[in-house]
């Protein structure tokens, strides 16, 4: 699977955005897709998640309210919409994705995951 994240851009305090992450060589469809942000000289951490049905998404409590997650799997796409962006959320955001996953999320490790998209820059100004 080949995974590419689009979406992001300069915006505002207090703005949104959504990202996208497009999928190819590979259905999606059966896989658990994360949101992952590297800030400069920091770990990559984790986001948000869902599963491949999209009943279930789990986020990191900093964006819980803020952040929604969604996906069509007839797009082979998952999407990331940002809201009440904040300073902090500054950071480079990658999507990643792992097949048959047969157990309960939140899926917040790196380490969970196969696939890796190049990043997409997000950078909120106050």
């Known amino acids: 699977v080949q995974l590419q994240a689009s979406g992001g851009g300069l915006v505002q305090a207090g703005g949104s955005l959504r990202l996208s992450c497009t999928a190819s060589?590979?259905?999606?469809?059966?896989?658990?897709v994360g949101w992952f942000r590297q800030a400069p000289g920091s770990e990559r951490d984790f986001v948000a998640s869902?599963?491949?049905?999209?009943?279930?998404?789990y986020f990191v409590d900093s964006v819980k309210g803020r952040f929604t997650i969604s996906r069509d799997n007839a797009k082979n796409m998952v999407y990331l919409q940002m809201n009440g962006l904040r300073p902090e959320d500054t950071a480079v955001y990658y999507c990643a994705a792992r097949s048959y996953i047969y157990y309960s999320g939140p899926y917040s490790s790196t380490l969970e995951y196969d696939y890796w998209g190049q990043g997409t820059q997000v950078t909120v100004s106050s």
């Open positions: 869902i599963t491949w049905a999209g009943g279930s998404t």
């Open positions: 060589g590979r259905t999606l469809s059966r896989h658990v």
